[in-house]
């Protein structure tokens, strides 16, 4: 049957209704976070399937009474909701063209119980966040999906999602201990809580007799509670957790456990609490390549029974996909299309435990005549790279794909006795369609294969081949192996048409009564895990149309989401690209620019005037999409109108820098006169008036740097020793570090410049510091780069390249920096062969073997910025500091401070909102913060309420010369 891809609405909503909805809503959500905009529904509707639906209404919601009240209001005018966690799912559960409900910061709490044992956490945390809270307990949660720096806790639970360690034995269903829900009537249960479970006995007496009522009938079927236990003996997401009616008896726990899995459609969950597991600190990796799948699959067998904690299945394909990446072992490139691999972990509580499995597993190994391998190592970068071909499988076929088509990522499981066989299979299926790149890869010891291929949605012949090889697909692994269609993505739309054919009729017929007794209006995501729709996974299917070759192999997974510090004020990456797309296929179907022009309107403040565009976006991209770099053409195409005074500045920089400098002046001037808190209303409205051309004066604002002839005194009289016995160096202070000194406190207090304090730390650890001539009027480029004007950028560049050769004899010394993002954007100009360091490297190779420290004991706030975390140097940065203090604090989860240059102070909203929960995690008795780039330090300061000083600040202070 050739089905065309439906375009339309699956749920029809009057707007009449919904309007009178919105007007009953707003009486107790306030009206910015009811999203109605067409634009800003379509970006945030947007999830990581292969579906689209644009909702009407997005209600971004703050605690349970309002999820409560929402779900009534919902019931009373029969509007379907659906809930929304990180948006990181496959199979279209998280996607709705009614009301979708997201969540703010507000659900980010967590309790940590009985030592670690337990941990109680709020739907919006991020899976990799507890367990980075559970780290120093040596625990962490058993679910670990490949999503985990990305997905919350929200849709781990709700999709039972599961990983490439915790099997079935550690997913959220065997490791809940409790749970707080909210059912679709807008009743909440705590079953942690004695009295709200004697409530809840009294107020929804008939639903828990019903389901004891279909727990015994379950129970009592024998060939139905047979069917329960085999299918649940493999990972399996298809349909609900049914097995919660032959696991307990109690209705409560029963309830609690059939939310597990269930994606939304039988309730809300609105914190879990779990069980954790231990993390053993002791690992090893090996990666172990077979002749064919079958012997590999004979390994499986085997190992399943040894002491390992994941192994990981990789096909031919697979391995051919990845083979010309960089650093892959040399070997990979020799395999044929019949070998697969084995990656391998092993972990020990110590070290003798681990030793004693990694030779037991070698031995078992060895029975399989492996044609190649990496022994098991426990070299911590070796098994990075190690991990890295794994991680790298998906973006192998991603980032090759044709520009318009997606990737498929499907998820099935069959018995471990059976995995040579389905896998064999499935590549005879991808022959017999066509779909050559495809690659099979899994979680083996689950008989959990993962297959991967890219998909045209763009004619009916292409949805035609697909629904053919799904079909094939389903029978093949429901009916032919009896295995799981979906063992942890969820069924979601992809598979709620064949839940009854895996399942049959009896169980299927009973997830129907259970959908029935929890959600008797179906307003809980219809169509999602069951549907009577036997085509809806053909309907509603996503296109990828071309926008910019920057972004056209952009997926929409929502795994930049995280690191993005406007996720919280207007967009994420995903969500501009998204964007994008559909402003630019409206104008490839022929849409005028002038009814274009709202949408440009909208996207010109939440797409562009609000990213960072740091590129940081691009580290957590499976495919490396750097959204900023779209960004910064975008803004280049705007400029043209302002080319005169942009080549004017580069031209002329001593001069702009003079200025800027002038400018701080007149600002301290005036908070004299009006006060700071007059400056600040002052500048506020200024900069709102203005369209944010002016700037929004801060109480940290710095006062400005000394005349730079100071600057290069200093350096010239600070030369003690003779030249041949001292080391040289070239510090090149940036444009920031010339302009701006401390802020009015700390200069108050006698802190010297950025500049000063480099150059008497230098001297201090023993270097003659030289600084190019005419530094004056150079810059690395990255101020004009940030705004799109890549030619002038270039020019700067080269200008401080030549400064650089010349001042450095062609490379004899090394060059310092002091500014962490223009060093970056040095190296990454530069092309000749100059040593350019930042502060970071620098201070750890050079300067802290000749200092002796003696720590602070005091709390030290740091903050890393996007460039050390984009260079690798995070965890130098950190280590250098931590010898600096004997209480160092990192907050978590704030990678970017989003201040981007001058978007700070053009846009504060941007850094307020990137920092909002900063203050409160800086400690009582703490007044110090460093970072490694001035102007991040001015809104650190801001939103911390300490002074955030550059790391030499801090090194300088706790330091001695060597004798």
């Not at 002038?662 to 600002?667: F, K, N, S, V």
Request: some cysteine; glycine content about 6%.
């Amino acid at each position: 049957m050739n089905v065309i891809n439906d375009i339309h609405s699956l749920v029809v909503v009057n707007l009449d209704v919904l309007q009178q909805f919105c007007e009953q809503l707003r009486k107790f959500v306030s009206e910015s976070r009811v999203i109605l905009d067409p634009l800003r529904t379509l970006a945030y509707g947007t999830d990581a399937s292969c579906y689209r639906l644009v909702p009407k209404a997005v209600l971004l919601l703050d605690n349970e009474t309002e999820v409560s009240r929402v779900l009534q209001l919902a019931a009373e005018f029969a509007l379907p909701v659906t809930f929304r966690a990180a948006g990181t799912s496959l199979s279209g559960q998280a996607i709705t063209d009614s009301i979708l409900i997201k969540l703010t910061n507000s659900w980010r709490n967590h309790e940590i119980l009985n030592d670690g044992e337990l941990i109680r956490v709020q739907p919006g945390l991020i899976g990799a966040r507890v367990n980075q809270i559970l780290a120093p307990l040596q625990r962490k949660i058993g679910p670990d999906p490949a999503s985990i720096n990305s997905c919350k806790i929200g849709g781990i639970a709700a999709n039972n999602s599961s990983g490439m360690c915790c099997g079935t034995a550690q997913n959220s269903y065997s490791t809940l201990k409790a749970m707080r829900l909210i059912l679709a009537d807008g009743t909440i249960l705590d079953t942690a809580d004695e009295q709200s479970k004697h409530d809840f006995r009294i107020s929804h007496k008939h639903l828990l007799h019903e389901l004891a009522q279909l727990a015994i009938q379950t129970k009592n079927d024998a060939q139905l509670a047979t069917l329960i236990k085999h299918k649940f003996r493999l990972k399996n997401t298809t349909g609900y957790s049914i097995n919660a009616l032959v696991d307990f008896t109690d209705p409560i726990d029963i309830l609690m456990h059939l939310m597990i899995g269930s994606e939304g459609t039988l309730g809300f969950i609105s914190n879990i609490t779990y069980h954790t597991v231990p993390e053993q600190p002791f690992k090893a990796s090996s990666l172990v390549v077979f002749e064919n799948i079958e012997t590999t699959c004979l390994a499986v067998a085997k190992l399943k029974q040894m002491n390992v904690a994941a192994v990981e299945l990789m096909d031919g394909a697979s391995l051919q996909a990845i083979a010309d990446k960089p650093d892959m072992p040399a070997f990979i490139a020799q395999l044929n299309i019949n070998n697969a691999a084995l990656l391998i972990e092993t972990r020990a509580n110590d070290q003798f435990m681990l030793s004693q499995q990694i030779s037991q597993l070698a031995e078992v190994l060895a029975e399989f005549k492996p044609i190649d391998s990496i022994a098991f190592t426990q070299d911590r970068a070796t098994c990075e790279q190690l991990w890295a071909i794994r991680k790298g499988l998906f973006p192998a076929v991603g980032a090759v794909r044709d520009t318009g088509t997606t990737v498929i990522i499907e998820d099935i499981a069959v018995a471990v006795e059976q995995l040579a066989s389905a896998t064999r299979q499935l590549q005879q299926l991808f022959s017999e369609y066509g779909y050559h790149e495809a690659i099979i890869f899994g979680h083996a010891l689950d008989g959990n294969l993962h297959f991967v291929f890219t998909q045209d949605f763009n004619s009916p012949a292409q949805i035609e081949r697909y629904q053919n090889f799904m079909q094939r697909v389903v029978q093949l692994i429901a009916l032919d192996h009896q295995g799981s269609l979906k063992a942890e993505h969820g069924t979601g739309r992809n598979m709620a048409p064949f839940v009854e054919l895996e399942w049959g009729k009896k169980a299927y017929e009973l997830m129907w009564e259970i959908k029935g007794l929890l959600d008797p209006d179906n307003i809980l995501s219809p169509g999602v895990v069951l549907s009577e729709d036997p085509f809806i996974h053909l309907k509603n299917l996503k296109t990828l149309p071309a926008a910019d070759a920057i972004i056209d192999k952009c997926i929409e997974c929502g795994f930049c989401e995280p690191n993005c510090p406007s996720k919280d004020l207007t967009l994420t990456p995903r969500q501009r690209i998204v964007l994008w797309r559909h402003i630019q296929q409206r104008r490839n179907l022929g849409e005028s620019e002038k009814t274009l022009k709202p949408l440009l309107d909208t996207f010109q403040y939440q797409g562009i005037d609000t990213c960072a565009a740091t590129g940081l976006c691009a580290d957590s991209c499976p495919v490396g999409i750097d959204t900023g770099a779209l960004i910064k053409q975008l803004r280049s195409q705007q400029l043209a109108s302002h080319s005169k005074l942009a080549k004017w500045s580069a031209a002329n920089f001593g001069r702009v820098t003079n200025l800027a400098k002038h400018g701080l002046d007149l600002a301290q001037l005036t908070s004299r006169l009006i006060g700071r808190d007059g400056l600040k209303r002052l500048t506020e409205g200024l900069n709102h008036a203005s369209g944010h051309r002016f700037i929004k004066w801060s109480q940290f604002a710095p006062v400005s740097a000394p005349d730079f002839s100071v600057i290069q005194n200093l350096a010239a009289n600070l030369h003690v020793q003779p030249e041949q016995e001292q080391p040289t160096v070239v510090y090149f202070p940036s444009c920031s570090s010339r302009v701006m000194g401390p802020d009015p406190d700390m200069a108050a207090h006698g802190e010297l410049s950025l500049m000063e304090t480099t150059i008497v730390l230098l001297h201090k650890a023993g270097f003659r510091v030289i600084m190019p001539e005419v530094t004056t009027e150079l810059c690395c480029g990255m101020a004009y780069q940030s705004k799109g004007r890549m030619n002038l950028a270039r020019q700067k560049s080269h200008q401080l390249e030549h400064a650089l050769l010349t001042a450095s004899e062609h490379g004899k010394y090394p060059i310092y920096m002091d500014t962490s993002p223009c060093a970056m954007t040095a190296n990454a100009g530069i092309a000749s062969t100059l040593k350019i360091y930042d502060s970071v490297e620098f201070i750890d190779q050079f300067v802290l073997p000749r200092l002796t420290l003696t720590p602070l004991d005091e709390p030290v706030m740091l903050h890393i910025t996007c460039s050390t975390h984009k260079r690798g140097l995070a965890t130098t940065m950190q280590r250098i500091a931590a010898q600096c203090t004997t209480n160092l604090i990192v907050p978590p989860d704030m990678q970017c401070c989003g201040f981007a240059g001058d978007k700070g102070l053009l846009f504060p909203e941007l850094n307020t909102a990137a920092l909002a929960d900063l203050k409160g995690q800086v400690p009582e008795g703490c007044h110090i913060g460093v970072s490694n780039s001035r102007t991040c330090e001015i809104g650190l300061s801001e939103h911390s309420g300490i002074s955030y000083k550059g790391l030499v600040y801090l090194v300088n202070q706790v330091s001695e010369a060597l004798n």
